[in-house]
């Protein structure tokens, strides 16, 4: 079995494709054009990008294809803590309120949409996991957000952290992840960026290809 040490950092990473209000997402252009970018680039030693999957911005009725994704990411690694600690599902969404990048700490068992989803679902004060209780209850990321933020805002990123990302389905896909990774052994992390006409799209993805690099850097102090 591989150590810790030895095994690679491997990320899996969505993005979404348009709603109402945004019929061009910028997440579906940094996805979409990640791996290439990072091939060009150079991809940070020891992390490995599985896959980069485009979600469509539904909650419900997409939770399948959702799931479908969260198992690819632990499959053939159930019996390896070592692969399972250094495996990562990274979130990217957009939100035109903001003009910085915003880390996401938390997302909340609520779905309360102003409006409807891709798939025509508008949940109301909901709770996304029942099981997991009412409206209130939180989940957190387990990576070191304030870290992350300080060395990507030394790198000349306008990046903060942010304790809410929403009700809609950004914090429906958040939620549903970090359960997943608290059950599985792995991290997740969700990141809000802007509309390409606040930060365009170059420094978007150089922006992306930094947080793998930090994110790589700064993994050794989880383990």
């Known amino acids: 079995m591989e150590s810790a040490e030895e095994a690679p950092l491997s990320v899996f990473i969505t993005g ?9 997402n910028p997440t579906e252009s940094i996805v979409n054009n990640l791996k290439w970018f990072m091939k060009v680039k150079g991809m940070p030693k020891g992390v490995v990008i599985e896959k980069c999957q485009i979600l469509v911005a539904a909650g419900k009725d997409a939770l399948s294809p959702l799931c479908d994704f969260f198992k690819s990411a632990v499959e053939g690694k159930e019996d390896d803590p070592s692969k399972l600690s250094r495996t990562i599902l990274i ?26 989803d891709q798939l025509g679902w508008v ?13 209130e209850q939180i989940r957190k990321t387990s990576l070191p957000i304030n870290k992350i933020v ?8 306008p990046v903060v952290v942010s304790n809410d990302a929403g009700r809609f389905v950004c914090n429906y896909v958040y939620y549903n992840s970090l359960r997943f990774a608290d059950g599985n052994g792995i991290k997740s992390l969700f990141v809000h960026v802007p509309l390409f006409n606040q930060i365009d799209e170059a420094i978007q993805m150089l922006f992306v290809s930094s947080l793998l690099e930090v994110i790589a850097s700064t993994y050794a102090c989880l383990e």
């Open 91 to 116: 979130h990217f969404g957009v939100s035109s309120a903001i003009t910085k990048f915003a880390i996401e700490s938390q997302a909340i068992n609520e779905a309360d949409f102003l409006w409807e």
């Open 16 to 24: 979404f494709g348009k709603f109402i209000g945004v019929p061009y």
């Open 123 to 135: 949940p109301s004060n909901e709770s996304i996991i029942k099981e997991d209780g009412g409206i």
């Open 150 to 157: 300080t060395e990507l805002v030394k790198m000349g990123f």
